[in-house]
């Protein structure tokens, strides 16, 4: 779904490291795209939730459920180029150095 033709790419986060703002905002400026962050940080957990509900046939259909989703902030990349792929590139140089390649 990254790269649909036509589709801006957006990134969207959940979880705990979801909440830090400063850890957003850097992945946005490395990944050079928008990140979506929701208003419910646990999707992983509600999506089970959900899941079960719905094979329990307690919870809406698949379209609804997503229509639930909202985003609570969105980040856009602030980095110029020139800084971001220089930070990119130290970050695969010590992936490399980590992976012994």
């Known amino acids: 779904d990254w790269l649909r033709e036509g589709a801006q790419p957006v990134l969207r986060v959940d979880g705990g490291m979801a909440a ?4 957003m905002q850097f992945l946005s400026d490395i990944i050079g795209a928008p990140v979506d962050r929701p208003e419910v940080l646990e999707t992983t957990a509600l999506g089970a ?13 698949m379209d609804e459920f997503a229509r639930g989703w909202a985003v609570e902030r969105q980040f856009t ?16 140089r010590a992936v490399s150095a980590v992976l012994g390649v």
Do not use: F, I, S
Request: net charge positive; charged share 30%; proline share 9%.
């Open 20 to 23: 830090n703002d400063y850890a």
């Open 49 to 61: 939730a959900w899941l079960a509900g719905m094979r329990a046939g307690v919870w809406p259909d």
């Open 77 to 92: 990349p602030q980095m110029e180029t020139a800084p971001r792929k220089a930070r990119y590139d130290r970050w695969k």
